[in-house]
């Protein structure tokens, strides 16, 4: 039951990583502000790579830092780092224990960029060889497929974000997080019911833009790691550069779409599926239009903003594969092949 | 025809390009020489975002430079672009059309930034925006699928990054890449041969490191559009980070291997999947190790160096998705549901 009830922790993480941390994050940003920054540099794999996609739109949204994902074999098999002069260098992983990512933040200390360590483990090597580190305090995670970690890091972003903007307003709003995530969580046994209708299914495709371009690839993550679905990431303006062709009938498609900058555009694409592919599609929206088209709506409260809404859109998500992987009758707690610490070098 | 006639005028147009526009790309480098450029912001969407992974690899290990790649609907939907001080903005579409990609270069010259488009269509919009062109000459692509546009695209990035670094061993090998194209091409009666074997595949994951990462999303992105599989993309470390979980028995999975600095790397990844897995390998490498380990051996010549492997390794990679698209009972000229020129905004 470990996963279930990590997921159902993920509200009281939250609550106590803002509280806990918001000073340390405030200290963070203010030692950055005295640095000349140009650039984020930015190292993580797996479930930590998909929280880079989130600080990718809102780093570049709310405080106008562009972010360039590492490559990290170029500092491992290649040994050729790039020169990394004004950028802040930030590695994410839940473990701390990644080779890779270590590798990367050690190049970027001798070349005298400021560093940021985001984990669950303070103790780990990543934390020790960067100038700041942000805690996530989500507790020990003991499923292997990451959940609580996965909305801590986002959290610690925006904690982030929001401490080098200075804004009041984002500062309310995170305030209200745990409260959406709590609400978001009452689907459990509408979920559980909603996935019956997808026991067969074996490929699909997960869609998303703008700040939930991390949502759609961490849903697909969660459903190749616990259901062994086949399950293609995209944004939805990448899936009509080609992709789009794959679509049959009743191939299932899920959307995740709030209202927001990019909700005009995720609406079309559902409608185009809909009635042009006759697609079965799964949405994610605090939306009554674009619910409305969805063969299975997931809804979310509705006054949730959208560059908040990754860590709400992702519970629904993680309910969906995790019903959907006992439906299919293996077990959500031990996943064949993958283990909990993946360390690639 | 003109899917299959288009793939085999490669080495032609390669080798016209490198003549046509060597001097150009030695300019344009002197030119962004002068300026303080500490990191690329590369904007591209679809096959032309393959050769972009291809640009962050080969700036970064050749030139040093941190790539990012841009995420347009900060420019668009959001109209939050990010601060782009010190970068070169480098923009890559095949029609210079697209109106995310132009409102990226549009921005970044208004900002000030050096500017850079590489296309097929120098009296394109995308074109007009730029400081500086490197013009594909590949001549009209008549298949919906890009083939000659995306090796001319990444022989394009080749000879900035030569032009960049000024290293006389790199220019002889670029001399020496249309040979090594003609060569690779031979495999075509062999390649349709061998993909009678995969009649029925439904799904496969494309894994591909380093300079080849761009190799294993091309691949998988032709197999999508013409063939209609569902075909993922990964690097070998990633796979492992979660979606290996996916793997049955008997699961087609395509490797780009070629010698070099992850080699080794991807050759126990490959051993890995036919002893621990029983997984169907289809390899592409210059190494007699790797391609014994292949259920479908596509081999490329032995003296292709790493750096430029991406440009001779597509090849049976492009003529694969063609054959199997033809015995699928498909027509590889016109694919269903996409167009030739995607505009999204």
């Not at 909305?151 to 925006?158: F, K, N, Y």
């Given at each position: 039951m470990s996963l279930h009830s990590e997921i159902r922790e993920q509200p009281d993480k939250i609550r106590s990583l803002l509280a806990v941390q918001k000073e340390t994050a405030v200290r963070i940003a203010r030692a950055i502000q005295k640095r000349q920054v140009r650039y984020v540099f930015l190292a993580a794999r797996g479930t930590s790579d998909n929280a880079g996609r989130y600080a990718n739109y809102l780093l570049g949204a709310q405080n106008g830092l562009p972010l360039a994902l590492a490559t990290p074999s170029l500092f491992t098999y290649y040994k050729q780092p790039p020169v990394l002069k004004d950028a802040l260098v930030i590695g994410i992983s839940q473990s701390g224990r990644s080779p890779d990512i270590v590798s990367v933040l050690v190049e970027a200390r001798r070349q005298g960029c400021p560093t940021?360590?985001?984990?669950?483990?303070?103790?780990?090597?990543?934390?020790?060889?960067?100038?700041?580190?942000?805690?996530?305090?989500?507790?020990?995670?003991?499923?292997?497929?990451?959940?609580?970690?996965?909305?801590?890091?986002?959290?610690?972003?925006?904690?982030?974000?929001?401490?080098?903007?200075?804004?009041?307003?984002?500062?309310?709003?995170?305030?209200?997080?745990?409260?959406?995530?709590?609400?978001?969580?009452?689907a459990d046994a509408s979920v559980a019911e909603a996935v019956q209708r997808y026991h067969d299914i074996d490929q699909t495709v997960v869609l998303g833009r703008g700040f939930n371009y991390a949502t759609a690839f961490e849903w697909a993550l969660k459903r190749k790691e616990l259901s062994y679905i086949i399950a293609e990431p995209y944004s939805s303006a990448d899936f009509l550069h080609g992709p789009i062709a794959m679509l049959e009938r009743g191939?299932?498609?899920?959307?995740?779409?709030?209202?927001?900058?990019?909700?005009?555009?995720?609406?079309?694409?559902?409608?185009?599926?809909?009635?042009?592919?006759?697609?079965?599609?799964?949405?994610?929206?605090?939306?009554?239009?674009?619910?409305?088209?969805?063969?299975?709506?997931?809804?979310?409260?509705?006054?949730?903003?959208?560059?908040?809404?990754?860590?709400?859109?992702?519970?629904?998500?993680?309910?969906?594969?995790?019903?959907?992987?006992?439906?299919?009758?293996?077990?959500?707690?031990?996943?064949?092949?993958?283990?909990k610490v993946t360390e690639t070098r």
């Open positions: 940021l360590t985001i984990t669950n483990e303070p103790g780990s090597p990543l934390a020790g060889v960067a100038d700041f580190v942000l805690a996530l305090g989500a507790g020990r995670e003991k499923a292997v497929a990451a959940t609580k970690t996965y909305t801590g890091e986002l959290m610690a972003i925006a904690l982030l974000s929001t401490a080098l903007s200075g804004e009041q307003k984002a500062w309310g709003e995170l305030e209200r997080v745990a409260g959406w995530m709590e609400t978001a969580l009452e191939f299932p498609v899920m959307a995740v779409a709030p209202r927001g900058r990019v909700f005009k555009p995720m609406l079309s694409m559902i409608r185009r599926l809909k009635h042009d592919f006759q697609a079965e599609v799964v949405v994610i929206s605090n939306d009554a239009q674009a619910l409305a088209l969805a063969a299975t709506p997931l809804p979310i409260p509705s006054d949730v903003p959208e560059w908040l809404s990754p860590l709400v859109n992702i519970l629904p998500a993680q309910l969906f594969a995790y019903h959907l992987t006992k439906i299919k009758g293996f077990d959500p707690d031990h996943p064949r092949s993958i283990q």
